[in-house]
């Protein structure tokens, strides 16, 4: 068990995350501007997402969603979660791949948890390696550089948060 941190701006997160083999499991807590948010999350072998269920709390109330493998767009060929705004989840692909490591650029389809609505949209994502510890991070006209640790965590996404040690 490990304990991931980010910060950045109008950002925090917390993350209790279990790396066993190539499988992750993770609690953690995202406060952002004007929401808290609570995660749970499990992957299968291969690091591919198996189930997230998230509660989030703003002034307008509660939200929860639980999003298993099966359900759309959960499904097929969309092997993977990404959380809106939390580090955590870019690590999933980069693990799968050890694109950490360096290699050759992949896309990847997501299931896209837009916060704190907690609707799922299918997006494309793309990952290319720049080098150890270096990978560009491309969705729609975004992109980042973000840089990863050894154990294949975002240390830091620029615009977004970096680690807290």
Request: aromatic fraction near 10%; glycine fraction near 10%; charge should be negative.
């Amino acid at each position: 068990m490990r304990a991931c941190a980010w910060q950045g701006p109008g950002l925090f997160e917390l993350a209790f995350v279990d790396l066993d083999g190539d499988r992750l499991s993770a609690r953690g807590t995202q406060l952002g501007a004007a929401y808290r948010l609570t995660y749970a999350f499990q992957t299968s072998t291969g690091f591919v997402s198996e189930r997230l269920q998230v509660e989030v709390e703003t002034p307008r109330g509660v939200r929860t969603l639980d999003l298993q493998r099966g359900t759309k767009p959960l499904k097929d060929e969309v092997l993977d979660v990404d959380l809106q705004a939390s580090p955590l989840f870019n690590s999933l692909p980069v693990l799968r791949d050890r694109l950490y490591e360096g290699g050759e650029a992949c896309e990847y389809r997501m299931a896209f948890v837009n916060v704190p609505e907690l609707t799922v949209e299918r997006t494309e994502q793309r990952y290319v390696p720049l080098g150890r510890g270096l990978v560009r991070f491309r969705s729609g006209t975004f992109s980042a550089d973000l840089e990863f640790d050894r154990d294949g965590f975002v240390v830091r996404y620029p615009g977004l948060a970096e680690a807290v040690h």
